[in-house]
């Protein structure tokens, strides 16, 4: 059995078909029993399919009956119901072919079996007598159950609803205890319906007065007018409608008041700890002389603290060895070859951009391998002339009576901290003439003069007697002989 169902815009329905046998059918044969109805689901197509027993099958109880059709469509509130006969005749049937559609066709549609053959025509019969009526039979069983299964849950075949089946309230109940009320032709509930007093019942009493209630402010815990007035000021006699802009619960910070937060500037009077790198546009002053050794000083009083020394500034230098008043007023020559030393300190952080000496008589010519460099504490080169064999690196001529001062510049200038450095030179020439520079050095008469003063470490002047073709990236200052020169050196 097939079937397809569509609505008439040719989109597939949905719901089932039913075919149910009139009873229980009995195969003695094959020893099987066939009950209940066959429910055919439409699938996405609309379309059915089933496979049931054809209703003249051989050795078949009952037999002679037909299915009834039910078809219950998602949509078509009525399905309908009607009865097919499928002869074992035709194995594959249609229900578009056997469904009756026209309301004046019988409810029962047969299947038509194959033509056979036309028999012989037999002789005709002879015509008997009429017989007496049979008895009466047997009443039939209930006929097949209709398109509707259950309402409300009750199957039966003769349901009887209450209106609890259908969720309603029995006719009563209206106007009955524990039911519910009626309305008049006013769409008003009747008075008899009411509970006793008709409007809901009369209030005993208000905050424990009763009659006719008139309640002050003292009777619900409230102010009158004139408390009121007197506790609270009105909005017109607020002076103040908003604070630094803001209104509300107003908190104000510094800022809101062009103010400086607390410990971000400095007190006028006071003490206070200023942390913090600070620059000043211009020099700070103090009219007290310092008494610590954390305290500020004025220039006066460093200045009368020097006294009537000459300090290198004075004559436009960063540093010396000594003061060169000091010298002897004889030079000596350094010698062709060896390294010799000076020791400076530099009391503050300083720019340096040339090594300088003082020379009484120099006529030039100093050959390749002559050189200058700045070594710190730890022995370290940290700046350097270039060749002083050329005319960029050697130091000026000297010819004048009296000598002069003479430099070297650096081949960069070198940003130097506040410390000791070492000034060494290693100068190359003609020894047999005597042409090269007569330095500038303090008394050197002593053979070897001592030349590590007090308690410190720093030797002063020193000398290593094996030269080096140009400055070396670090010397060994422990390795530094004493020297009986003490050469004059400077930078600036």
Do not use: C
């Amino acid at each position: 059995m097939r079937g397809r169902y569509l609505s008439p815009d040719g989109r597939p329905l949905s719901g089932s078909v039913v075919f149910r046998a009139p009873a229980q059918l009995t195969f003695p044969q094959s020893d099987v029993i066939l009950g209940g109805p066959v429910v055919a689901q439409l699938d996405a197509q609309g379309s059915i399919e089933a496979t049931l027993p054809a209703t003249d099958a051989p050795d078949m109880d009952p037999s002679g009956w037909a299915y009834v059709v039910a078809e219950q469509l998602a949509g078509i509130p009525a399905g309908r119901s009607y009865n097919i006969l499928l002869p074992r005749a035709t194995p594959l049937v249609d229900l578009a072919d056997i469904a009756p559609t026209d309301p004046a066709k019988p409810n029962y549609v047969g299947v038509p079996g194959p033509k056979g053959d036309t028999g012989a025509t037999g002789p005709a019969g002879a015509r008997g007598s009429t017989g007496d009526p049979g008895a009466t039979g047997a009443t039939g069983t209930a006929g097949t159950p209709g398109v509707v299964q259950s309402v409300n849950g009750k199957s039966s075949a003769s349901i009887t609803l209450t209106a609890g089946d259908v969720g309603a309230l029995a006719t009563t109940a209206a106007g009955a205890a524990n039911g519910v009320a009626q309305l008049d032709t006013s769409g008003k509930v009747p008075a008899a319906q009411l509970p006793a007093g008709g409007g809901g019942g009369a209030v005993d009493s208000v905050n424990g007065k009763t009659g006719t209630v008139v309640l002050t402010a003292a009777d619900i815990g409230a102010l009158d007018q004139t408390a009121g007035d007197a506790r609270y000021v009105q909005p017109a006699g607020i002076p103040v409608q908003s604070v630094a802009g803001k209104t509300g619960a107003v908190t104000l910070v510094a800022g809101d008041v062009g103010a400086e937060a607390t410990g971000t500037a400095v007190l006028l009077t006071g003490a206070q700890t200023v942390a913090g790198s600070k620059t000043f546009s211009s020099v700070p002053s103090s009219s007290a002389a310092p008494t610590a050794d954390n305290h500020l000083a004025r220039k006066g009083y460093v200045d009368a603290l020097g006294g009537g020394e000459w300090l290198p500034s004075d004559h436009g230098l960063l540093t010396w060895a000594f003061d060169p008043a000091l010298g002897q007023s004889t030079a000596l020559y350094p010698g062709s070859g060896p390294i010799r030393l000076t020791a400076v300190i530099l009391r503050t952080p300083a720019t340096i951009n040339r090594i300088v000496w003082f020379a009484t008589g120099y006529a030039g010519g100093l050959t390749t391998g002559s050189w200058a460099a700045i070594y710190n504490s730890a022995g370290s080169r940290v700046a350097a002339t270039g060749d002083m064999s050329t005319a960029t690196y050697e130091p000026a001529e000297v010819h004048n009576a009296g000598g002069a001062t003479i430099n070297s510049p650096l081949t960069a200038a070198y940003s130097a901290a506040a410390g000791v450095y070492y000034v060494a030179w290693r100068l190359q020439y003609n020894t047999s003439t005597g042409d090269g520079p007569m330095l500038l050095a303090s008394e050197s008469g002593a053979g070897a003069p001592p030349n590590q003063f007090g308690y410190s470490v720093v030797r002063r002047f020193g000398v290593y007697s094996t030269g080096a073709a140009s400055a070396p990236a670090s010397i060994a200052l422990g390795a530094m002989e004493n020297g009986a020169n003490r050469f004059w050196a400077a930078l600036a």
